[in-house]
């Protein structure tokens, strides 16, 4: 349907059709995002012997994330005085925006995805990119000396860290030969790519801890060393802007990863009666619990350590994989 | 042109990790740290002062609000400096309660120093598991004395209460609870690698330095110094137990937790022996007069607290209450080489440095 709608004249039926697909999108991720938040502190109070949310929305705490947010909307908007007033206002729109436009490319069935550019996994490594701006941007105008330590420390973090993520996903190219992330899921009918290239998959999933500012790299929000980062000065929705940017994020990197290494919504063999959605969802969905699982066992590395870990260790194996990569596409999948 | 300047940071008192009220001014070249101010005197209350115009049971309370972490050992000292001024004897039922409360109090403490430091260093499960045992020696303290956090336990010749009924068994099942548990703590951090490059190496002296910045505890203990009361200079009833005091030789961070988690485990065994021997019955209290007067004179004691050598000296004129009062208070003097282990070091040591010394804010600003 999305093929023949762009083959055909604009007009404003089109424009509403894509709207309106636009928004069923958000409200997906925002449902996403709403239930991954209380998921984290639920997972997280279970492994620290606590109980998690469970006021409201029943026992398990069900309306908790909606109750937050509405407190965060109606809270007042307070912009500092001697913050760049338009920089400020800017910053947290331009470290939100990015995290849903990557989402456009992301295919999470053979039907349900939006854009099929040929080109999809450059360009959600572009647009993510600009997000680190935006927090930059924000630690600069606040006017704050914790939020502008918090800001270099994340824009330093953030370019380091995509370099080892860019480098991991050519192993994935060289076996495809393509940058469609349709085609890239295609590839893995027979063997999800974390098999053929198990450095890669390590490395990606490494920097993408780094990439989300999650434990053990959550430095440029440390709130022991910095008390709140880059977002120290913002509150109300500016604030639930910078959060909420986060956890898309969260949802579009750990889409990406299903995508890349999981074989996307390819079943387990014997299993294929089950619809690819709950395939990508599963995978998906177990990429997250490790994740916050991560969160919850490890201490915060240092900002030094946290460089040369970059540089040192993850950009060689990355780069190593790329050989092994070519070694394995010219051995076994010719 | 580029032109770089040094920033001046303000840290504290409203920071998480200066565990209280601490402040320290730090001028900062990008997140190097060139200078650093420690501001401290938020918390002070005059308690030195205070108690010359209180009672000698009327001071105890105080003293619990110097290291509310470990109040025990604070109850302790200011009893023993007047007990060593009035000869008294202590019964050994008495004796007994005190050790298995004292060593329960620095077990106690130094969970929380464990659960806060990591938290310091950005892991947040090791803090609600210290706390969980924690909770569980608090518990313990609670049915002894019936508070918390302030005890207010011992008095001038013995102890308020009297051990209730099964509570030694409790004390006596909770010791290798605590051995479980505390496997687990090794398990979850000290092979951490992440938790290995932030503390080894970090905050290092020399065994010299320590001596000369008159440091105590395990700060000292940690750079190969074997220096602790209550073995070299045994009081109340510690030389009946058998103990080993954890030397470590690195004078780093790494150093200082090794040290305070093997110092864990030596309190536990002098818990378990003490209720081994516990005397059965007999007095809780020595035959003291109504109203405290000690002899004219002077005295000064000291003991280990969990944080160092805590000193207590007493001038008295003979009077209810004392002529002079003045607490050694460990974390105050452990707080000194501060400033010189931040030159040189980033915003992120800074934290593992401050939580590594132990202070509490209480006892800095007294």
Redesign the interface.
């Known amino acids: 349907m999305i093929e023949h709608l762009l083959q055909s004249p604009p007009g404003w039926i089109h424009f509403l059709i894509f709207f309106c697909l636009g928004a069923i999108l958000l409200a997906i991720v925002l449902g996403f995002v709403t239930y991954a938040i209380l998921a984290e502190r639920k997972v997280l109070g279970f492994m620290q012997i606590r109980i998690g949310p469970n006021r409201i929305g029943g026992r398990f705490g069900l309306l908790q994330t909606v109750a937050d947010v509405f407190k965060l909307l109606i809270k007042e908007d307070i912009i500092p005085k001697l913050a760049d007033r338009p920089l400020f206002i800017l910053a947290p729109i331009l470290a939100f925006a990015p995290s849903f436009l990557v989402l456009a490319v992301m295919p999470f069935s053979e039907n349900v995805k939006f854009a099929d550019i040929g080109v999809g996994l450059l360009y959600y490594i572009a647009v993510s990119g600009i997000s680190a701006i935006g927090m930059l941007l924000g630690g600069w105008a606040s006017n704050n000396k914790y939020s502008l330590l918090g800001g270099m420390r994340s824009a330093a973090q953030m370019i380091s860290y995509e370099i080892p993520l860019v480098m991991s996903v050519i192993g994935v190219i060289l076996f495809t030969g393509s940058l469609n992330l349709t085609d890239i899921v295609e590839g893995q009918k027979h063997v999800a790519y974390m098999f053929l290239s198990p450095i890669g998959f390590i490395v990606f999933f490494i920097s993408s801890l780094a990439e989300l500012s999650r434990t053990p790299f959550d430095l440029p929000e440390a709130e022991s060393e910095l008390v709140a980062g880059y977002h120290v000065e913002y509150s109300g929705f500016r604030w639930a802007f910078f959060m909420l940017a986060e956890y898309v994020y969260l949802f579009a990197m750990a889409s990406l990863m299903t995508v890349l290494f999981l074989g996307g919504w390819n079943p387990i063999p014997f299993l294929g009666f089950i619809p690819g959605v709950i395939w990508f969802a599963l995978k998906f969905s177990l990429i997250v619990f490790i994740m916050i699982w991560i969160r919850g066992t490890f201490p915060r590395i240092r900002a030094d350590q946290l460089m040369e870990f970059a540089w040192k260790v993850l950009l060689p194996l990355a780069l190593l994989n790329i050989f092994v990569s070519a070694a394995v596409k010219e051995l076994f999948l010719k | 042109m580029i032109r770089t300047e040094e ?1 001046l ?1 303000n840290v504290g008192p409203q ?3 200066t565990h209280g009220v601490f402040r320290i001014i730090l001028k900062i070249d990008g ?1 190097t740290v060139i200078e650093a101010t420690p501001v401290i005197g938020y918390l002070h209350r005059g308690t030195e002062k205070l108690a010359e115009n209180l009672q000698y049971t009327q001071i105890i309370p105080y003293t619990d609000r110097m290291d509310y972490l470990s109040a025990m050992t604070n109850n302790y000292v200011i009893c023993h400096a007047v007990e060593t001024m009035m000869g008294l004897e202590i019964p050994e039922r008495a004796e007994y309660l005190r050790v298995i409360a004292m060593e329960l109090g620095r077990i106690a403490s130094h969970l929380v120093w464990y659960g806060t430091y ?8 090791p803090f ?2 210290a706390f ?1 045992e924690r909770e569980a020696i608090i518990n313990l303290l609670n049915e002894l004395c019936g508070a918390r956090l302030t005890f207010n336990y011992m008095r001038v010749g013995g102890v308020k209460w009297d051990a209730p009924e099964g509570w030694i068994e409790k004390v006596r099942d909770f010791v290798p609870y605590m051995r479980e548990q505390l496997k687990g703590y090794h398990d ?2 000290t092979g ?1 690698e ?2 290995l ?2 503390v080894k190496g970090i905050g290092y002296y020399t065994k010299e330095e320590a001596i000369d910045y008159s440091l105590s505890g395990a700060n000292l203990r940690c750079t190969g110094v074997n220096w602790d009361l209550r073995k070299d200079e045994p009081y109340s009833i510690y030389d009946r137990f058998d103990f080993d005091v954890p030397v470590f030789h690195t004078g780093d961070a790494w150093a200082r937790y090794q040290c305070r988690m093997a110092e864990i485990e030596e309190s536990l065994k002098i818990v378990e022996q003490a209720v081994e021997q516990f005397p059965a019955e007999g007095a809780i209290m020595a035959k003291v007069p109504r109203i405290i007067k000690p002899p004219k004179g002077e005295a000064f004691v000291r003991i280990e607290s969990p944080r160092g050598e805590i000193g207590c000296y007493i001038a008295s004129e003979g009077k209810k209450e004392p002529y002079r009062l003045k607490f050694r208070r460990p974390s105050f003097y452990n707080l000194q080489i501060l400033p010189k282990l931040l030159v040189g070091e ?6 593992a440095i401050l939580g590594g010394i132990d202070i509490v804010l209480g006892e800095v600003d007294g």
């Open positions: 920033m940071l920071h998480p990790s997140e990591l938290l310091d260093l950005g892991a947040m499960s609600l598991y969980r979850l951090v951490n992440i938790f490059n932030r980033n915003l992120a040591n800074l934290i």
